[in-house]
């Protein structure tokens, strides 16, 4: 991946937005998907019929050979699970991270829910990642460098309990998926680059109730916690332009996100 940052005109950023909106349905396809008795599969073929049906492209397919248009990770699994058999049980927590691209533009968001009957500890840990998120993206109306934001995000995880998943961080997207620059989920020493107008970024949380170390399964590609935790992991795309910050997967710009930290999105 470049180090440079690529920054982008607001046509371009209406562009990513049309594509976020693509991913928000599927996202939205998914989680009616996932019930008890489901399988991971279901809940990928949910959301690859909105993709197909938007004439958009999936951004997951393929990526470095990831074999589906869907990451759903299941409990312990956090991030990068790949669909297939497993059936879901009565109080899992499933994440559910994809992607689309329109005329070359991409959009990636993620989400985390409680199948069925929710444990208070999951309900916590899952409430704790997504105001982690909002409270990153909320940071950034503001922000002169990134780490305010990986700030605000670290901020919710020590007042919840929880810990941010080490070594996984959000990212810059545009014409690829990811893109520089790195946004951290916790304070880290050293120069963070400015914040500035023609950013896109993917603020993208993930948190563990252990002690946020992981490894990768034999497939290459699922990360679970190293001491069996479960995690979540929410996830939005957001454009900065010079008149303020616009979710762009999600339908409302992130109105209804935004509203508690007193942040108003303005659409590029």
């Not at 349905?25 to 949910?46: E, H, R, Y």
């Not at 990986?150 to 810990?163: K, L, P, R």
């Not at 896109?200 to 490894?215: K, W």
């Amino acid at each position: 991946m470049s180090s440079r940052i690529e920054y982008k005109t607001r046509e371009q950023m209406r562009v990513m937005a049309r594509a976020g909106l693509v991913v928000e349905k599927a996202l939205a396809a998914a989680k009616s998907a996932a019930v008890v008795g489901a399988t991971t599969g279901d809940i990928n073929d949910a959301a690859a019929a909105v993709i197909s049906a938007e004439g958009a492209t999936s951004n997951f397919l393929g990526y470095h050979g990831f074999p589906a248009v869907a990451c759903v990770s299941i409990n312990d699994e956090i991030v990068h699970g790949i669909p297939g058999d497993r059936v879901l049980q009565d109080g899992d927590v499933v994440s559910i991270d994809c992607g689309a691209i329109v005329e070359g533009w991409h959009g990636d968001s993620a989400l985390s829910f409680i199948v069925g009957t929710a444990g208070d500890a999951d309900a916590r840990l899952v409430e704790a990642t997504r105001r982690s998120m909002w409270a990153g993206i909320a940071a950034l109306a503001s922000a002169s460098r990134l780490d305010e934001v990986s700030a605000a995000i670290e901020d919710v995880a020590d007042a919840a309990g929880v810990y941010p998943l080490e070594g996984y961080v959000g990212h810059g997207i545009g014409t690829a998926m990811h893109q520089a620059p790195d946004v951290q989920n916790y304070r880290t020493r050293g120069r963070h680059p400015r914040v500035k107008a023609g950013m896109c970024l993917a603020i993208e949380p993930m948190f563990v109730r252990g002690t946020g170390d992981s490894r990768v399964l034999e497939d290459d590609w699922t990360v679970v916690s190293a001491d069996g935790s479960r995690g979540a992991h929410w996830e939005h795309s957001v454009a900065i332009h010079d008149d303020g910050i616009w979710v762009l997967t999600a339908s409302d710009g992130g109105r209804a996100g935004l509203a508690s930290h007193g942040v108003t999105p303005v659409a590029p």
